[in-house]
């Protein structure tokens, strides 16, 4: 008998933090932080796209999509869809026909840890997409059940329903609502005083000068002569 385990949709993120949120790169967290990434493995299939909204989290089993097509019904303006493929890596869900699905429904992006399919129809679309790459092999309506907006794991991080997604080309970064604001603002900060520094690099300092790795070296040879 199919098990269908199904939860409220999450509330979305403030327009305003949203908008703070895309001028933030993954990478520029990076510096600060190692936790919350997905794995490197979830790769983007467009380039240049980066996108930052609550989590609607998705887990369904290998051969069946059911429940995804179920909710594709639900999604709502500023979505983004987070799938757990529960260790399937053969088969694909998500396709062109789910992607015109979820772009209608006003989803903002997809992330699906495995494959996709239909990449042309995907990049026609210009639908945001991350995921395992590419498979032939794809699911279908089994009817076996699955849950939506209940704690998953996609690319070895934990996802809440609500949670906090930025993803661009370096990568996805999960992160709880209510740090989101913080994180974003310290990553701004930082990214403006990175563009300080190139460029001053560009008019002829040297990286290692400002950045204190040349002082560091000479120290240490110093040292190591007594």
Known sequence: MPDYRIAPMPE????????????????????????GFMDRGIQPLLRGKRIAGAAVTLAIPGQDSTLLHHTLGLLRPGDILVVDRLGDDKHACWGGGVTVAAKAAGAIGGIVDGPCTDLTEIEDSDFPMWCRGMSPITTRLYNLGGTLNLPISCG??????????LADESGVLVLPRDEAEAIADAALARQERGERSQDRVKAGEKLGDLSGATKMVLDAIAAAKG
Do not use: C, F, Y
């Not at 070895?156 to 906090?164: H, L, S, Y």
């Open 156 to 165: 070895n991080v934990p996802v809440k329903a609500g949670d906090v997604i």
């Open 12 to 35: 979305q993120l403030p327009a305003a933090l949203v908008e703070k949120l895309q001028r933030v790169e993954t990478a520029t967290v990076g510096h600060s932080q190692h936790w």
